[in-house]
């Protein structure tokens, strides 16, 4: 009570507190000298000795505030006040170190906040922690099983990218969803914002009418309809019953899903049961389970699951299948990515830090006759040391506030750098965990900038200090620090420029690559009649025939085609095939997939894909000639080396009739341009539109059409989407864009990458120019009077010139040594999203040497150039 | 000042402080001076260690203050036991002894 009472005291009656210990040590001194004057002194000398004898009023009374309790919180104020102060005096010092700061650590809290929404933020599922991944791709019947078999965990099915038509609600729309199994909301622990779930057994045939709608579809084309549950609605042309509307921010298994179909599981119909729509498998561990039971349950169920297939299963189907957790399954694709960047602009942040902490460095060396002022009379160098550390929090919180709202930009930067498909990027955003981290950030950048330049001022030898004036004498362990925190933010800043450099060739080289065929000019539009619609084949082949006989007719269309697939659009069409000469041992292996492209007769015209051997199609290849194929120059290589692959067969396994090669066409980079390929693909090969048939073993009822075209593009596709409408009203048309943004949109990953790793980069280099160029033009300001002496003994203006620049370029030199070392251990990180050079390319890292050494001239020419004019008389004068 | 000589003098400060205050209360000088009288000069205690030392007593709950008279009529803070400052230095007295006694006896073995 006593303590509280008098930090309340020390707090809020401060003046009378300090009056009466003034009072007190003046009453001391007074005693004192009363005593000597009895002793027979005279009163001057008397109190000349008292005051010898107390040691100075004001040190006994520091020394006294010392201890008092409360004197610890009323100095910290004291301190931030007077910090506040000496920073508002020093504006252009407080505003490099502030802006700093702010970018650092505002670079950092955005991209902490991007980290945290889509790595670590956990799934929105009741025991998120529970839930799992099952790899590969499972049949119907396999899901069936599985969930029958397992013990551990309760399985689950999805179909990915399954697109719908809705029609009778406005224009005809195609929109992502997803066919699950019965169980699957159950399974991830999901309730409906309206209405209900599926139920056990409503994924069979004949209960499967019924559907879920998204929040947002239900808003935004049923105008939020309070009494849409039991409406029937019509969905690829088949009328389902709505019986849920999902909440805001549900859309599973990936973003921009907007309605859920129950599968439609018929064991009857086996070839469709076993043989079509793999689908990836969402499980969730049961109670008591562990993620190491459902691991070793696994594969021994799945080789109970294939004697089951109505056709030979290869034996290792699958035995490689994982339990992963669901989370980490979802964002594998982007963690390493999202990590190397937050890395990065970890290392911005650390080069912020080491420029502040080299400028409150200099300046507390410039500030030594303050600081040796403030000791004599009487702060203890533990005082000053927090005063100065006070100091930098400040500096570090003002960067910090700065900094968060520079993070509220860099998020909405970042989201739209990042590739729209990044999983839960559009939840990511900064919320308290992120202010959180930035606070933190501030503050231990403060401490941790704040420590050297205390420690330094600490160590000040007061009488030195003063008699020296305080201007030439900068200790030579300061500049000894400082320089050092210079050559490791260049370094720091090294490592970045040359991880930039590294990305920007690759992805020049990878915009340099050949694709195989000729992007310019084109412009493509989906159009996707319902697959019920196909069912009757030669409806839709004379749906196509009359788009593109109509489309050939717009102005300034010279040439159409039309292709199930895009290249580099992403999908990957594959179809299980069996080619002459090389038999499936069905119990052995896997059939090969090839990539298969359902495309019309101009289709290699129209992308200029080269023909190296025998024939293309013509419009005599239709339903019900003999069956062709052409093949890529790849794949009948691999098939087929050193023969002539015109008039080899090959069929789709389920296939009884043989499909005759007639043509070899040059090889196109389908899935990326980088050439590479999803594992499970083995080839290429093209058939004609009215014989085609794709995993599913219908005919591609979606297909892209494609116009070359001189004219304007956007007229272009306005007319084309009116002339869809014009033709069939319940087929919708859409994501009408060029050729050249599909080629670009397949580097966008590559591409955000390389740029938001440029601007890190670029930021951590011009921090570390301002960090050079602030230590050497403030060390050749101390040194003026030096540099008269120099001067006024004869040395010439360029000698002074060269001395100045020589020590800039020594310290960018050092800097950019490490640098170049610690590059060649670090920058493997970013091997895997390399193309085409090697993460150690020697023209990237003699590039960035040249840049940093121009840069090291650059930052010494103007502090050399003021030293070679400085006048040794005013110079010498200034003393 | 190393640290460790401070704490070992802190300490036999506050102990000489509160023994020199268990007889009567006393101004700031009449404390160091009885202190230099009954360790025949031992210790001479200057005012920057004082004070502080004082106050932290204070602070402590061990002494209390008043302003008052001088004998020559100044006027001077006057300081005083609280109960909690004898119990204190009691427990520091014997503090003491056993230490002066383990230490005594420590110099005897050898």
């Given at each position: 009570?006593?303590?509280?009472?008098?930090?309340?005291?020390?707090?809020?009656?401060?003046?009378?507190?300090?009056?009466?210990?003034?009072?007190?040590?003046?009453?001391?001194?007074?005693?004192?000298?009363?005593?000597?004057?009895?002793?027979?002194?005279?009163?001057?000398?008397?109190?000349?000795?008292?005051?010898?004898?107390?040691?100075?009023?004001?040190?006994?009374?520091?020394?006294?505030?010392?201890?008092?309790?409360?004197?610890?919180?009323?100095?910290?104020?004291?301190?931030?006040?007077?910090?506040?102060?000496?920073?508002?005096?020093?504006?252009?010092?407080?505003?490099?170190?502030?802006?700093?700061?702010?970018?650092?650590?505002?670079?950092?809290?955005?991209?902490?906040?991007?980290?945290?929404?889509?790595?670590?933020?956990?799934?929105?599922?009741?025991?998120?922690?529970?839930?799992?991944?099952?790899?590969?791709?499972?049949?119907?019947?396999?899901?069936?099983?599985?969930?029958q078999r397992s013990r551990a965990m309760d399985v689950a099915a999805h179909t990915t990218d399954s697109e719908f038509n809705l029609t009778g609600q406005g224009e005809a729309l195609r929109l992502l969803g997803s066919a699950v199994s019965a169980n699957l909301f159950t399974v991830l622990g999901a309730r409906t914002e309206m209405g209900r779930t599926f139920q056990p057994g409503e994924d069979q045939p004949g209960r499967d009418r019924i559907v879920i709608l998204s929040h947002a579809l239900w808003q935004n084309r049923f105008a939020s309809d309070p009494r849409i549950i039991g409406r029937p609605i019509a969905i690829d042309?088949?009328?389902?019953?709505?019986?849920?509307?999902?909440?805001?921010?549900?859309?599973?298994?990936?973003?921009?899903?907007?309605?859920?179909?129950?599968?439609?599981?018929?064991?009857?119909?086996?070839?469709?049961?076993?043989?079509?729509?793999?689908?990836?498998?969402?499980?969730?561990?049961?109670?008591r389970a562990t993620l190491e039971q459902a691991q070793n349950e696994i594969r021994p169920l799945i080789s109970q699951v294939i004697p089951l297939f109505p056709f030979v299963m290869a034996r290792n189907w699958n035995a490689d299948a994982t339990v992963l957790p669901l989370q980490q399954d979802l964002v594998s694709d982007v963690s390493g990515r999202l990590l190397v960047l937050l890395s990065a602009v970890g290392l911005v942040l650390l080069?912020?830090?080491?420029?502040?902490?080299?400028?409150?460095?200099?300046?507390?060396?410039?500030?030594?006759?303050?600081?040796?002022?403030?000791?004599?009379?009487?702060?203890?160098?533990?005082?000053?040391?927090?005063?100065?550390?006070?100091?930098?929090?400040?500096?570090?919180?003002?960067?910090?506030?700065?900094?968060?709202?520079?993070?509220?930009?860099?998020?909405?930067?970042?989201?739209?750098?990042?590739?729209?498909?990044?999983?839960?990027?559009?939840?990511?955003?900064?919320?308290?965990?992120?202010?959180?981290?930035?606070?933190?950030?501030?503050?231990?950048?403060?401490?941790?900038?704040?420590?050297?330049?205390?420690?330094?001022?600490?160590?000040?030898?007061?009488?030195?200090?003063?008699?020296?004036?305080?201007?030439?004498?900068?200790?030579?362990?300061?500049?000894?620090?400082?320089?050092?925190?210079?050559?490791?933010?260049?370094?720091?800043?090294?490592?970045?420029?040359?991880?930039?450099?590294?990305?920007?060739?690759?992805?020049?080289?990878?915009?340099?690559?050949?694709?195989?065929?000729?992007?310019?000019?084109?412009?493509?539009?989906?159009?996707?009649?319902?697959?019920?619609?196909?069912?009757?084949?030669?409806?839709?082949?004379?749906?196509?025939?009359?788009?593109?006989?109509?489309?050939?007719?717009?102005?300034?269309?010279?040439?159409?085609?039309?292709?199930?697939?895009?290249?580099?659009?992403?999908?990957?069409?594959?179809?299980?095939?069996?080619?002459?000469?090389?038999?499936?041992?069905?119990?052995?292996?896997?059939?090969?997939?090839?990539?298969?492209?359902?495309?019309?007769?101009?289709?290699?015209?129209?992308?200029?894909?080269?023909?190296?051997?025998?024939?293309?199609?013509?419009?005599?290849?239709?339903?019900?000639?003999?069956?062709?194929?052409?093949?890529?120059?790849?794949?009948?290589?691999?098939?087929?080396?050193?023969?002539?692959?015109?008039?080899?067969?090959?069929?789709?396994?389920?296939?009884?009739?043989?499909?005759?090669?007639?043509?070899?066409?040059?090889?196109?980079?389908?899935?990326?341009?980088?050439?590479?390929?999803?594992?499970?693909?083995?080839?290429?090969?093209?058939?004609?539109?009215?014989?085609?048939?794709?995993?599913?073993?219908?005919?591609?009822?979606?297909?892209?059409?494609?116009?070359?075209?001189?004219?304007?593009?956007?007229?272009?596709?306005?007319?084309?989407?009116?002339?869809?409408?014009?033709?069939?009203?319940?087929?919708?048309?859409?994501?009408?864009?060029?050729?050249?943004?599909?080629?670009?949109?397949?580097?966008?990953?590559?591409?955000?990458?390389?740029?938001?790793?440029?601007?890190?980069?670029?930021?951590?280099?011009?921090?570390?120019?301002?960090?050079?160029?602030?230590?050497?033009?403030?060390?050749?300001?101390?040194?003026?009077?030096?540099?008269?002496?120099?001067?006024?003994?004869?040395?010439?203006?360029?000698?002074?010139?060269?001395?100045?620049?020589?020590?800039?370029?020594?310290?960018?030199?050092?800097?950019?040594?490490?640098?170049?070392?610690?590059?060649?251990?670090?920058?493997?990180?970013?091997?895997?999203?390399?193309?085409?050079?090697?993460?150690?390319?020697?023209?990237?890292?003699?590039?960035?040497?040249?840049?940093?050494?121009?840069?090291?001239?650059?930052?010494?020419?103007?502090?050399?150039?003021?030293?070679?004019?400085?006048?040794?008389?005013?110079?010498?004068?200034?003393? | 000042?190393?640290?460790?000589?401070?704490?070992?003098?802190?300490?036999?400060?506050?102990?000489?402080?509160?023994?020199?205050?268990?007889?009567?209360?006393?101004?700031?000088?009449?404390?160091?001076?009885?202190?230099?009288?009954?360790?025949?000069?031992?210790?001479?205690?200057?005012?920057?260690?004082?004070?502080?030392?004082?106050?932290?007593?204070?602070?402590?709950?061990?002494?209390?203050?008043?302003?008052?008279?001088?004998?020559?009529?100044?006027?001077?803070?006057?300081?005083?036991?609280?109960?909690?400052?004898?119990?204190?230095?009691?427990?520091?007295?014997?503090?003491?002894?056993?230490?002066?006694?383990?230490?005594?006896?420590?110099?005897?073995?050898?």
């Amino acid at each position: 009570m006593a303590r509280f009472s008098s930090l309340v005291q020390n707090l809020f009656r401060k003046d009378s507190v300090e009056q009466e210990l003034d009072e007190e040590v003046r009453a001391y001194l007074n005693l004192l000298a009363e005593e000597k004057i009895k002793a027979g002194m005279s009163p001057e000398a008397a109190y000349r000795e008292a005051a010898i004898e107390l040691g100075g009023v004001e040190q006994v009374k520091e020394q006294v505030r010392e201890v008092r309790i409360g004197s610890l919180l009323e100095s910290v104020a004291q301190d931030a006040r007077f910090g506040l102060r000496t920073l508002a005096k020093s504006p252009g010092f407080t505003a490099v170190a502030v802006l700093s700061l702010a970018l650092g650590i505002g670079g950092n809290a955005g991209m902490f906040s991007i980290v945290y929404g889509v790595l670590m933020r956990p799934l929105p599922y009741p025991e998120p922690d529970r839930l799992v991944r099952v790899t590969g791709y499972y049949p119907q019947g396999a899901v069936v099983a599985l969930e029958q078999r397992s013990r551990a965990m309760d399985v689950a099915a999805h179909t990915t990218d399954s697109e719908f038509n809705l029609t009778g609600q406005g224009e005809a729309l195609r929109l992502l969803g997803s066919a699950v199994s019965a169980n699957l909301f159950t399974v991830l622990g999901a309730r409906t914002e309206m209405g209900r779930t599926f139920q056990p057994g409503e994924d069979q045939p004949g209960r499967d009418r019924i559907v879920i709608l998204s929040h947002a579809l239900w808003q935004n084309r049923f105008a939020s309809d309070p009494r849409i549950i039991g409406r029937p609605i019509a969905i690829d042309g088949l009328s389902r019953e709505v019986i849920g509307v999902m909440p805001p921010g549900f859309s599973f298994p990936s973003s921009g899903v907007r309605l859920w179909i129950p599968l439609h599981l018929d064991p009857s119909n086996s070839l469709d049961f076993w043989g079509a729509g793999y689908m990836p498998l969402v499980a969730r561990l049961r109670p008591r389970a562990t993620l190491e039971q459902a691991q070793n349950e696994i594969r021994p169920l799945i080789s109970q699951v294939i004697p089951l297939f109505p056709f030979v299963m290869a034996r290792n189907w699958n035995a490689d299948a994982t339990v992963l957790p669901l989370q980490q399954d979802l964002v594998s694709d982007v963690s390493g990515r999202l990590l190397v960047l937050l890395s990065a602009v970890g290392l911005v942040l650390l080069i912020a830090c080491a420029n502040v902490a080299s400028l409150l460095l200099a300046r507390s060396a410039g500030r030594r006759k303050e600081i040796a002022l403030r000791a004599s009379l009487g702060a203890s160098s533990g005082r000053i040391a927090r005063q100065l550390l006070t100091e930098s929090v400040v500096l570090a919180m003002a960067g910090g506030g700065l900094g968060l709202a520079l993070a509220y930009g860099a998020l909405s930067v970042l989201k739209s750098a990042l590739p729209a498909t990044t999983p839960r990027l559009a939840e990511a955003g900064i919320d308290w965990r992120v202010v959180a981290f930035a606070s933190a950030l501030a503050v231990l950048t403060g401490l941790a900038f704040g420590v050297a330049p205390a420690l330094s001022a600490a160590r000040l030898n007061v009488a030195e200090a003063i008699r020296s004036g305080g201007r030439r004498a900068t200790g030579t362990v300061s500049i000894r620090l400082r320089s050092s925190l210079i050559a490791g933010e260049v370094a720091l800043a090294v490592v970045l420029v040359i991880g930039a450099g590294l990305l920007i060739k690759s992805l020049w080289l990878l915009t340099q690559v050949d694709p195989g065929f000729r992007p310019e000019r084109i412009v493509t539009v989906r159009v996707s009649p319902s697959q019920s619609f196909c069912q009757e084949r030669a409806r839709c082949v004379a749906l196509y025939d009359e788009l593109l006989r109509r489309a050939r007719g717009i102005s300034g269309v010279s040439d159409v085609a039309a292709t199930n697939v895009l290249p580099l659009s992403g999908e990957v069409p594959g179809v299980p095939s069996e080619l002459e000469g090389h038999p499936i041992v069905p119990a052995e292996n896997l059939a090969p997939a090839l990539w298969t492209g359902a495309v019309t007769p101009d289709y290699f015209r129209v992308l200029r894909i080269p023909l190296l051997a025998g024939r293309v199609f013509t419009d005599a290849d239709t339903a019900t000639s003999s069956a062709v194929v052409v093949v890529s120059a790849a794949t009948a290589q691999r098939y087929w080396p050193r023969q002539n692959p015109i008039g080899k067969h090959l069929r789709p396994v389920w296939d009884k009739e043989w499909r005759m090669v007639v043509g070899v066409v040059a090889d196109v980079r389908q899935y990326d341009l980088a050439g590479r390929s999803p594992t499970w693909t083995n080839g290429t090969m093209y058939m004609p539109y009215p014989q085609s048939v794709g995993l599913n073993r219908q005919m591609p009822s979606t297909m892209n059409l494609l116009l070359r075209t001189a004219a304007d593009p956007v007229r272009v596709a306005g007319e084309i989407s009116g002339l869809v409408a014009g033709v069939n009203p319940d087929v919708p048309a859409g994501e009408i864009r060029t050729m050249d943004a599909v080629v670009t949109a397949s580097t966008a990953q590559s591409r955000s990458m390389m740029w938001l790793f440029v601007s890190f980069a670029g930021t951590a280099l011009i921090l570390a120019v301002v960090g050079t160029y602030g230590v050497v033009s403030y060390s050749t300001a101390q040194r003026t009077y030096e540099m008269g002496v120099r001067v006024a003994l004869g040395a010439t203006k360029g000698g002074i010139f060269g001395l100045v620049l020589g020590q800039s370029l020594r310290l960018v030199l050092a800097g950019l040594a490490l640098g170049v070392l610690a590059s060649l251990a670090l920058t493997r990180m970013l091997a895997r999203f390399l193309y085409g050079i090697t993460p150690t390319d020697p023209m990237t890292f003699l590039a960035v040497s040249g840049l940093l050494a121009a840069i090291g001239i650059l930052a010494g020419y103007f502090p050399a150039r003021r030293a070679a004019g400085v006048d040794p008389l005013t110079a010498l004068r200034a003393e | 000042m190393p640290p460790s000589q401070t704490n070992l003098l802190q300490g036999t400060l506050d102990l000489l402080i509160l023994k020199t205050l268990a007889l009567d209360e006393m101004h700031g000088l009449g404390i160091s001076r009885r202190i230099e009288q009954i360790t025949k000069g031992a210790f001479q205690v200057k005012p920057g260690s004082l004070f502080p030392a004082l106050h932290r007593m204070e602070e402590a709950g061990w002494l209390a203050s008043s302003w008052g008279e001088s004998e020559n009529n100044r006027r001077a803070k006057y300081y005083r036991l609280t109960r909690a400052g004898r119990r204190q230095l009691g427990a520091e007295a014997e503090n003491w002894e056993r230490i002066s006694v383990a230490i005594a006896s420590a110099l005897q073995a050898s």
